[in-house]
């Protein structure tokens, strides 16, 4: 049985995007909440910190404006990409405000399946699209000498 308001589904007809992870996605880009989350998306793991657009563009495009030299337009791109985080609301024109379509992770890092590490992973910033995402769990993906992958 389907419920449209609260996108409650049975097992047939799965929303294509988590209303959990939208309002956790959704309460990121509005105050400075962080989660570590661990995401299943196309058959890899991705393990990070959720964080909010505001953030994400503002923290990636300073990265970003280091491949410049100072002065001639790093600040420029630093304050562009500010500009597009503060108006970002990383919704399409039919969605309302509270149901995000992107995600955002800082020091993502990149698992297979079996949660082997990618080669030559390193903490990255990471947006993808929530829809894209197959499911999540709290906490993020370490491969300690433990028999537990998932840390906190």
Known sequence: MISAEKNELTT????RKDWFLQFLVNTANKSQFELTITLNVGGFLVSGTLAGV????ADFGADF???????KGSEEIKATFQKIGDECSCV????PAESPSYIHLKD????DAQGNS?????GVW??????EVQGFTPGT????????????
């Open 92 to 95: 399409s024109n039919a969605e």
């Open 141 to 152: 993906l370490v491969r300690p000498a433990t028999s537990s992958a998932f840390g906190k």
């Open 118 to 122: 990618i080669q030559g992973n390193s």
């Open 108 to 111: 993502a890092r990149f698992f």
């Open 54 to 57: 505001k953030q994400y563009f």
């Open 65 to 71: 404006a280091t491949s410049f030299d100072a002065g």
């Open 12 to 15: 047939d007809n799965a929303p």
């Open 126 to 131: 990471w947006r993808g699209r929530i829809s």
